[in-house]
């Protein structure tokens, strides 16, 4: 079944940490460049941060220097550590290839709430 996974979001207060995790069958991630996004209500979802199967990695400029992305390419899961939280980073945090496929369903994501 193809799918994807994502866990570790929650409530913490600003300067805070949080690693999400996305587990993807192994159609969706072998090879392919990931990525993860994030969505509020009423906004398109944005990209966050992307890794390539070789392990290049990018961000988007608001979280540069503040999220780390990464991967494990033997259980195809993809990381986001994410240090100095800002609550402007308060969202739904999706993992999926990039570019996205529409083929491919979004899971459930993960609620990051960044809150004092």
């Known amino acids: 079944q193809v799918q994807l996974v994502e866990s570790g979001g929650g409530l913490v207060q600003p300067g805070g940490s949080l690693r999400l995790s996305c587990a993807a069958s192994?159609?969706?991630?072998?090879?392919?460049?990931m990525g993860w996004y994030r969505q509020v209500p009423g906004k398109q979802r944005e990209l966050v941060a992307t890794?390539?199967?070789?392990?290049?990695?990018r961000y988007a400029d608001s979280v540069k220097g503040r999220f780390t992305i990464s991967r494990d390419n033997g259980k195809n899961t993809v990381y986001l550590q994410m240090n100095s939280l800002k609550s402007e980073d308060t969202a739904v945090y999706y993992c999926?290839?990039?570019?996205?496929?529409?083929?491919?369903?979004w899971g459930q994501g993960t609620q990051v709430t960044v809150s004092s």
């Open positions: 192994r159609s969706i991630f072998t090879g392919y460049t």
């Open positions: 890794i390539t199967s070789g392990g290049l990695t």
């Open positions: 999926n290839r990039n570019p996205y496929n529409p083929q491919i369903s």
